[in-house]
């Protein structure tokens, strides 16, 4: 399913929780949102699914407005951290109104998930743990196929063993149906495995969208020891984000090619020069220019 | 349109039924002790004491006549249970807004709880007249004060008004944020004239007492009067307790078109004249005036973060 | 069976590519050998599929593997190295890189040398030893 806003503005109450946000996914495609609490990232996805109506702006899914018209949301999964069911109802009568709400569901499939996690079929809804809870989501959401999934922090408060196994649950189901796949998410190790794109929200702005490799092309730490210190404008290029200085060790943050960024640098004649791995974490924050993250 | 696409979905009537099974149950055992097994009690005493004219029936006599006031203010509050759960629920646990992420649209989610709770209304009272009836007929032997036409015309009568009661419970729920608020809400419009008044007399005799204002005279007593016929009319559950329109027919074919005369000796109107019928179609027509004011209402409403916020000036406001 | 290394600059799909290319040359996987699918590997590994997809074209591409319409992937009975000169230029280019930064990170001459032929013999590539 193709996604597309265009202009996407939202307020609560003179309090803006999306200012101008614009992007298009293209089918299939795994994108990744993240950004601070508060950013808005929930605002978003509730937005996209047809939850929330955008105060301006447009949002269509197949260029249909999943808010009005019912039946896209037929194809559209939602997964939440926070989750809300029928603390009455036993699974296996969540899963029968799943199952004649959403005409693409798959019996077999739903049974073998539930299988799969342990899940009885008799228990009720109020007494299971919060990560059965969780699981049952997964179930519900992933049976009837959707053509779009939207993950609203899916993995908070996943332990790790089960936080890999959602994660090639989900791959899973993007390999096998080419499933189109919004996910929003602190984790940004997650993020890098399995995104296509990854977009940057911060006080309702969409700040940036890149491809993680580009990201990782472009930025580096690179540590120079030189013996002497260079002239000032060695330092002023406007390619180093930022330039630390400890005795005759320069740590410097840098967006560029790394082949020309060691050309640059061995020009100098330092007396050591090393490329430090980045984590993808540090690389956001200096790509963004520290936008809304203390960078000091 | 044909009648299938009309209706909800069956898994949302299945899905809103589950929820108000439990409300639904107790409901329907109460009524069902109150009428029908109470007869069968009575008759059975009635025939083992050889026909002698026991008060029991007298009392099933009377509930079809006119509730006691127990059963009528219970009635009441079972439906405003019903509604207020049926909608205010979902809100409080949250549901609604998984709900609003499914393919239904808005008007079917409403339109869903309605149908649901009118039928956990009605089909006490039908099912319990189909047996009072079946005992009435099968009793030949016994003298009864009333035919089945009372039976039927109170099942009637008492789906109907709590019919009403759903629809103001219905608004209420969609209009406020919570079930507590919904419930409040309810109430004060369902009990609030009779209350006022008994408020309103309380104090009026205290005055009396105290020698301000003296008993029987003057302007004070004559609005006193007004307001406590006000106060009849506008309190719901009177309405199950001592209906005017309420007469006892003797059959369901032939109903007795006699018009009602109220009298009230000591107020300003001297009489009121009402037809049970006319009476009726009002009621069901302000059942389904309520009933779209709350779709038009909630096809407005948007939910905010906390899903409690409804047409904020602020949201409303700002959209191009 | 791939191990996958986030903290790594290098790009995943790159990743995948030289580490398909290493399973051959040290006999993990064989000439004629099955590749798993790409589902396969978007689940096992818990990554993009598209990711896979863009390491196994690029491999097909070098003629390392080859897809057979209806049967899968499999190892090329032959990998036949083609001689490209403008890749060679980006190799040399890469080799003075790392001989840059080994230089100056102390290592000797001979010490670099060395562990070239470490890596060639492991890799079952070295003539000598």
């Known amino acids: 399913m193709h996604v597309s806003l265009k202009e996407v503005a939202k307020y609560f109450g003179g309090h ?11 089918p299939g495609a795994v994108f990744g949102v993240v950004g601070p609490n508060g950013a808005g990232k929930t605002t978003l996805l509730k937005t996209i699914m047809g939850m929330l109506r955008p105060s301006s702006g447009s949002v269509t899914v197949d260029g249909r407005n999943p808010q009005t018209e ?27 109104f799943y199952r004649e709400t959403y005409p693409t569901w798959q019996d077999e499939r739903s049974r073998e998930l539930c299988m799969g996690f342990g899940l009885s079929m008799r228990a009720k809804v109020k007494h299971l743990s919060r990560g059965q809870r969780t699981q049952l989501g997964v179930v519900l959401a992933l049976s009837y196929v959707p053509k779009l999934l939207l993950l609203d922090e899916p993995t908070a408060g996943l332990d790790p063993v089960m936080r890999r196994q959602f994660l090639a649950l989900l791959m899973d189901e993007v390999a096998q149906h080419g499933t189109t796949v919004l996910i929003s998410s602190h984790q940004l190790s997650d993020l890098e495995r399995i995104c296509d794109y990854v977009g940057v929200l911060h006080q309702g702005k969409l700040l940036d969208v890149a491809r993680i490799e580009d990201l990782k092309r472009q930025v580096f730490t690179v540590q120079v020891v030189l013996a002497e210190p260079p002239t000032d404008d060695f330092w002023r290029q406007e390619w180093m984000q930022s330039v630390r200085q400890h005795g005759r060790i320069y740590t410097v943050v840098a967006q560029g090619e790394r082949d020309s960024l060691a050309s640059y640098f061995a020009a100098a004649k330092p007396l050591a020069l090393e490329f430090i791995e980045m984590p993808l974490e540090d ?12 960078f000091k | 349109m044909p009648l299938s696409k009309m209706l909800p979905s069956r898994a949302l009537l299945r899905k809103d039924w589950r929820m108000t ?24 005493s009635y025939r083992a004491a050889e026909g002698a004219w026991l008060g029991g029936l007298r009392a099933s006599h ?34 609604l807004s998984v709900l609003l992420g499914m393919p239904y649209s808005r008007r079917d989610i409403l339109s869903s709880k309605a149908v649901v709770s009118l039928l956990q209304i009605s089909l006490p009272f039908i099912a319990n007249a189909l047996l009072m009836t079946l005992l009435l007929r099968t009793n030949q032997g016994v003298n009864f004060p009333f035919g089945v036409g009372a039976i039927w015309s109170w099942a009637v009568h008492s789906v109907l008004v709590l019919t009403f009661v759903l629809c103001v419970t219905l608004l209420a729920s969609t209009v406020s944020g919570k079930m507590l608020g919904a419930a409040f809400l309810a109430l004060v419009i369902l009990f609030f004239p009779f209350g006022m008044y008994a408020l309103v007399h309380v104090n009026a005799t205290q005055w009396q007492t105290t020698g301000l204002i003296s008993h029987g005279q003057g302007l004070f007593w004559h609005f006193s009067d007004l307001f406590s016929d006000a106060a009849n009319y506008l309190t719901v559950p009177l309405w199950l307790i001592d209906f005017p329109a309420v007469v006892a027919v003797n059959s369901i074919v032939h109903v007795d078109m006699n018009v009602i005369e109220l009298v009230f000796a000591n107020s300003v109107w001297s009489f009121v004249v009402v037809h049970p019928y006319v009476l009726y179609l009002l009621l069901a027509g302000l059942c389904l005036g ?23 000036p602020a949201c409303v406001g700002s959209l191009a | 069976m791939f191990n996958i290394d986030q903290r790594s600059a290098t790009p995943i799909y790159q990743q995948l590519i030289q580490q398909v ?64 000169a403008q890749k060679q230029a980006k190799v040399s280019e890469s080799l003075r890189r790392v001989v840059i930064e080994a230089h100056y990170l102390g290592l000797s001459a001979e010490k670099i040398m060395t562990m070239v032929e470490e890596h060639l013999h492991d890799l079952k590539l070295g003539v000598n030893r």
């Open chain 2, 290 to 312: 309520l009933y779209t004011w709350a779709q038009k209402w909630f096809a407005g409403t948007e939910l905010n973060m906390m899903m409690n916020c409804w047409r904020c």
């Open chain 2, 62 to 95: 009377r509930l079809l006549e006119s509730s006691s006031g127990f059963h009528g203010a219970a009635m009441v509050l079972f439906a405003i249970m019903m509604g207020v759960v049926s909608m205010g629920l979902e809100r409080d646990k949250g549901t």
């Open chain 1, 16 to 26: 803006s929780a999306l200012d101008s946000v614009s992007f298009d996914v293209p």
């Open chain 1, 70 to 96: 019912t039946a896209v949301r037929a194809g559209i999964g939602y997964l939440a951290e926070a989750q809300y069911y029928y603390l009455d109802f036993t699974v296996s009568e969540t899963l029968c």
């Open chain 3, 21 to 84: 290319k290493e399973a051959i040359l040290r006999g993990g996987l064989c000439a004629g050998d099955k590749m798993p699918s790409v589902r396969e590997l978007a689940g096992q590994l818990a990554i993009n599929p598209n990711t896979i997809q863009k390491a196994y074209q690029e491999l097909e591409r070098q003629g390392v593997i080859e897809s057979l319409r209806g049967r899968g992937t499999f190892v090329c009975q032959s990998v036949a190295p083609t001689v490209d």
């Open chain 2, 21 to 44: 099974r439990s409300l639904f149950l107790v409901f329907a055992s109460f009524i069902t002790f109150a009428s029908t097994l109470t007869l069968a009690y009575n008759i059975v």
């Open chain 1, 283 to 294: 690389i956001f924050i200096a790509r963004m220019g520290g936008e809304g993250y203390a």
